[in-house]
């Protein structure tokens, strides 16, 4: 049963930072593509970062320079480390996994429905 559980989200003023962790469980970790998703109210689910199974990273435009996702294999985790946060970023974060084949580009955009593992969210607020 694969299981991701999204943990660090939370309450902070413009310019500050968070660090979101998905712990895995169920599956081998490194053979799948994972990433990082938001959806704010009214708004559909985006695409925020992803890893593939290669290493290559793909961003969403709004938060390059920003934001820098990660893992740690020994610890079957995902990281997302948020710097300069904006109002704007505010929204629902999800960990998201897939066992197929994809490049962190298409996961990011066009794969991003068909992802078939998803955590339960986690909550960030950025206030001004």
């Known amino acids: 049963q694969v299981q991701l559980v999204e943990s660090g989200g939370g309450s902070v003023q413009a310019g500050g930072s968070l660090r979101l962790s998905c712990a895995v469980f169920?599956?081998?970790?490194?053979?799948?593509?994972m990433g990082w998703f938001r959806q704010a109210p009214g708004k559909e689910r985006e695409g925020v970062a992803v890893l593939d199974s290669d290493g290559r990273t793909s961003y969403a435009d709004s938060v390059k320079g920003r934001f820098t996702i990660s893992k740690d294999n020994a610890e079957n985790t995902l990281y997302l480390q948020m710097n300069s946060l904006k109002p704007e970023d505010s929204a629902m974060y999800y960990c998201?996994?897939?066992?197929?084949?994809?490049?962190?580009?298409?996961?990011?955009?066009?794969?991003?429905?068909?992802?078939?593992?998803w955590g339960q969210g986690t909550q960030v607020t950025v206030s001004s």
């Open positions: 998201a996994a897939d066992p197929r084949w994809m490049t962190a580009s298409q996961a990011l955009g066009p794969m991003l429905h068909s992802l078939g593992y």
């Open positions: 169920g599956y081998t970790y490194s053979s799948y593509v």
